[in-house]
């Protein structure tokens, strides 16, 4: 794989892992008593307070007007990926379990595979092996996700680093976000799955935006606004509690200062570059990776034990993850094969000239130019 082909790869790898810190914070904030949906709007305006003096000073001169059409784009572009579905993915860990709603977050990868499809974004090409790959790659990735997930096994002891961050605040923590109420368990269920396709519809939009107005800085900047004033809204709607939204030099500030600048601006800016470069459904099939980081990173930093279903999980991820970057490797290079033949067969055009006589014997000498003199003034 030429060094090109492996930028979007080695930048979705380190999207997942700000995700993977991101999941880390949300858990410390939490234990620390921040409602998370206020998380989530001091995430999108660190974001944006980031992105609009970035966007305005590198894109300013090839940057064009900004029309109705990149308005409406970015509206739903921070709605579905932003406010949306995020406030939709923390109800929905509220309501069910932690293991439950990163077990549905695997629902990505084939939501967006389908949407790709119907949106004219992605070629099935099932009669092909680029693109029995791709579908063989995101089943395989789904099922080690769902392995790692709800398949422990005997415990591993790989390392052992004895820190725990969240100390004394995991057994009540546990006891929220692991013990949910049946009755609550169909409406978060439904909510996680709204979740998933909230993010694999922002994929998309993503994608078209970014055919339109291929600027990643600015798309992200016009992203975080219309994300943070929505959020702001929804968090003064369901909490008017002022002393919530308080930051202080604790756990709090740090979490919103990390979703903030990593987890909103960097990570969208990069997910645009690579919707860009390589499709929707190449950003979304690195989803599952990020279960594979947060397992080792809850091992190392939260004294979470780790099992033999996380290894085998994250096998099979890794090896569905290698088999659609080969799926869309093989296409890619088949567009970029097929786009220089097609421009070298086209005839190159002939240009006839038809010529008056002319007092100075004017004559013109070139192979693809051919002149016909004419002695008649009219």
Not at 129 to 156: D, H, P, Q, R
Not at 307 to 336: D, F, P
Not at 350 to 355: E, K, L
Request: glycine share 8%.
């Amino acid at each position: 794989m030429a060094m090109a082909d492996m930028k979007p790869v080695a930048v979705m790898v380190l999207v997942q892992v700000v995700y993977a810190g991101l999941n880390i914070v949300y858990k410390l904030a939490a234990n620390d008593g921040m409602n998370l949906r206020l998380i989530v709007a001091y995430r999108f305006l660190f974001g944006t307070a980031v992105m609009v003096p970035l966007a305005f000073f590198m894109e300013r001169k090839k940057r064009p007007k900004i029309t109705w059409m990149i308005l409406f784009q970015s509206f739903c572009s921070g709605l579905l990926g932003g406010s949306l579905g995020q406030n939709l993915y923390l109800e929905s860990l509220a309501m069910t379990s932690a293991t439950y709603a990163s077990a549905m977050a695997n629902l990505i990868p084939p939501m967006t595979f389908i949407l790709a499809i119907l949106f004219g974004l992605e070629k099935l090409n099932w009669g092909t092996g680029a693109g029995k790959a791709k579908v063989l790659g995101t089943l395989l990735g789904i099922s080690g996700a769902m392995l790692l997930t709800f398949y422990k096994g005997v415990e591993l002891n790989i390392w052992s680093t004895n820190l725990d961050l969240l100390h004394h605040h995991k057994d009540a923590a546990a006891a929220t976000l692991d013990r949910p109420q049946t009755s609550r368990l169909l409406l978060g269920s439904l909510l996680a799955v709204c979740s998933c396709l909230s993010y694999a519809l922002w994929l998309i939009v993503q994608t078209k935006m970014m055919e339109t107005y291929p600027y990643q800085y600015s798309s992200t900047a016009l992203m975080t606004m219309m994300a943070s004033i929505q959020a702001v809204a929804f968090g003064l709607c369901t909490e008017r509690d002022w002393s919530q939204w308080k930051l202080g030099w604790n756990i709090r500030l740090i979490a919103v200062t990390y979703s903030g600048l990593f987890g909103s601006a960097m990570s969208v800016t990069l997910i645009a570059w690579c919707a860009r470069k390589r499709g929707a459904l190449f950003t979304a099939i690195f989803n599952p990776l990020m279960l594979v980081l947060v397992a080792i990173a809850g091992s190392l930093f939260l004294n979470e034990n780790l099992y033999l279903g996380s290894v085998l999980g994250a096998t099979l991820i890794v090896c569905g993850l290698y088999a659609v970057l080969w799926g869309k490797g093989k296409e890619h290079k088949m567009v970029n094969n097929v786009l220089p033949s097609k421009v070298s067969i086209e005839p190159e055009p002939t240009v006839s000239v038809v010529i008056a006589s002319a007092p100075d014997g004017t004559h013109i000498d070139h192979p693809k130019v051919h002149c016909t003199q004419s002695n008649d003034p009219n």
